[in-house]
């Protein structure tokens, strides 16, 4: 279908589509696409699109995403870079189960962010360009991460070993993209 096609159809969205159809155009930096969604949505009291909201509410869960992933490659560098110089002086700070934690969480995090924009229809990597973060560095983290992060099975029996307790609880990317499903207020209809 072409854009005019598609454009008589703007109006009909719900605020919910709209918002994510403008912020992948804002992601693909499309900004005559942004107008056209804009311009197309129906106006509320307050004369402002009624997407407005939603863009609201899904770029503070995208920024919460982006800052919680920045935080864990900040982690990750940090524990990465220290290797024999601390070794001796820190022994705490040594620890590969702590490593493969950190990468854990940064590929577990990434492959929920995967599924929630999947279920949405949201693009995740023009999701995150919006909040203006370095979206290499994340990439990087990710890649490092993955190349680090052992099975779930293997992790978790070393952190009950580490821990001492009988159980320890790994997050499913499933679990994060609940989390972001309840953070938005989005209930899931069975298929």
Not at 80 to 96: A, C, E, F, M, V
Not at 113 to 133: Q, Y
Request: glycine share 4%.
């Amino acid at each position: 279908m072409n854009a005019k096609v598609l454009e008589k159809h703007y109006a009909r969205l719900t605020p919910r589509e709209r918002a994510i159809l403008t912020l992948n155009a804002f992601g693909r930096k499309d900004e005559r696409e942004v107008t056209r969604l804009i311009d197309a949505a129906p106006r509320v009291t307050l004369d402002a699109p009624d997407c407005g909201r939603e863009l609201q509410r899904l770029a503070h869960a995208i920024e919460c995403h982006a800052l919680a992933q920045a935080e864990q490659a900040a982690t990750l560098f940090f524990f990465t870079s220290l290797g024999d110089r601390t070794r001796n002086k820190h022994p705490d700070l040594d620890n590969l189960c702590t490593i493969e934690m950190v990468a854990y969480n940064i590929v577990t995090r990434a492959d929920g962010w995967r599924v929630f924009c999947g279920e949405l229809g949201l693009d995740p990597a023009g999701a995150l360009r919006i909040t203006g973060a370095d979206t290499l560095l994340s990439e990087m983290a990710e890649s490092i991460a993955r190349a680090i992060t052992t099975d779930l099975d293997s992790l978790r029996a070393k952190m009950c070993e580490q821990t001492r307790q009988a159980e320890a609880k790994l997050r499913t990317p499933e679990e994060v993209a609940a989390e972001y499903r309840q953070f938005l207020g989005i209930v899931r209809h069975p298929r």
